[in-house]
């Protein structure tokens, strides 16, 4: 049965992400076409706070975060060495439901929080039922021996239907277990985002 993504495709359209991000279908370019002139017209016309709160609305959205946690992120990344806004993008690619969509092993973003939280992955051999589990260099990521036999597993675990996985991610199709070989980079973040913009707004 077809899921009714159009909830979801009105909420990208009004951030001004494409569902690809989220792992749905694309809308024809035509359609995507007659709004975008409006669409930028509206943005040109937006103050510097809703364009901040908008690039912040938008990041929290694709990565399924609540205001409390999003938050979090950036207190955490402000206190680390290095750029906040790309810090706080490297921790929300960490999180193991992110991780887990992006090894394949679930068709959308969403998919991959409920399977995760259901306790269908490992993490270093133990089974972790935290979404927001941040994950480091070095450890390994693979579905549960019981969830490898049913029918959804065995969809997503044939190679042809994975997504191009991210440089610092590596898959091994024989055990199908993902390690993660490094932190990601500001070039792994596959959306158009200014992060400075949610630094600013967070800093006021």
């Excluded at 992400?17 to 409006?38: C, D, F, L, T």
């Excluded at 036999?149 to 199709?173: Q, T, V």
């Excluded at 277990?177 to 792994?188: F, M, T």
Aim: hydrophobic share 35%; with cysteine.
């Amino acid at each position: 049965m077809a899921k009714n993504t159009q909830p979801i495709v009105k909420r990208c359209r009004v951030l001004g992400i494409s569902p690809a991000v989220m792992g749905y279908a694309e809308h024809s370019k035509a359609s995507s076409n007659k709004r975008n002139p409006g669409a930028q017209k509206m943005r040109s016309k937006k103050s510097e706070y809703a364009l901040q709160l908008n690039e912040k609305q938008k990041v929290k959205f694709i990565y399924g975060v609540l205001e409390k946690q999003f938050r979090s992120y950036y207190e955490r990344a402000e206190k680390t060495e290095g750029v906040t806004g790309e810090i706080i993008l490297s921790l929300l690619e960490r999180r193991l439901d992110s991780v887990v969509y992006r090894l394949g092993f679930a068709s959308t973003r969403r998919d991959a929080r409920q399977l995760v939280s259901h306790g269908h992955f490992t993490v270093n051999g133990k089974k972790v039922n935290i979404p927001s589990f941040i994950v480091k260099p070095g450890m390994v990521i693979g579905v549960k021996e019981s969830s490898k036999s049913s029918e959804k597993f065995k969809a997503l675990l044939d190679k042809e239907a994975f997504r191009p996985i991210p440089k610092w991610l590596e898959y091994n199709a024989e055990t199908a277990e993902g390690k993660v070989i490094a932190l990601p980079a500001r070039d792994d973040i596959d959306f158009e985002v200014n992060e400075q913009l949610i630094v600013e707004l967070y800093s006021k």
